[in-house]
């Protein structure tokens, strides 16, 4: 079964960081980019970063760039998203997606196929 598991949400105080995991189990994710999303309360969901299949490549959103970092491990077939200098703004479910390419080609959610069940993140004092 092809499963993405998210996980390392929780609350934190503005300022503070967290790191985000996400680990793929029945595939490997070597050959593939990953993705990170994330969706708040009464908004669409967004894409945030993206790394490509070697890590090699990344790229962010501008509300994240400077703050967050994304890196993978493939022999631990799993992708981090390090989030330091956190916001209220940042408070959402955080996603991570398999990209259909190893290369990252955007975040149109139709370019991305399996996906995890979501972590929450609660940025608050």
């Known amino acids: 079964q092809l499963q993405l598991v998210e996980s390392g949400g929780g609350l934190v105080q503005p300022g503070g960081s967290l790191r985000l995991s996400c680990a793929a189990s029945?595939?490997?994710?070597?050959?593939?980019?990953v993705g990170w999303f994330r969706q708040a309360p009464g908004k669409e969901r967004e894409g945030v970063s993206c790394?490509?299949?070697?890590?090699?490549?990344?790229d962010y959103i501008a509300s994240v760039k400077g703050r967050f970092t994304v890196s993978r491990d493939n022999a631990k077939n799993t992708v981090y998203l390090q989030m330091n200098s956190l916001r209220p703004e940042d408070t959402a479910v955080y996603y991570c997606a398999v990209g259909l390419y190893y290369y990252c080609s955007g975040y149109l959610r139709a370019e991305y196929d399996v996906w995890g069940q979501g972590t929450q993140v609660t940025v608050s004092s």
């Open positions: 790394i490509d299949s070697s890590g090699g490549s990344t």
């Open positions: 029945g595939f490997t994710l070597d050959y593939y980019a």
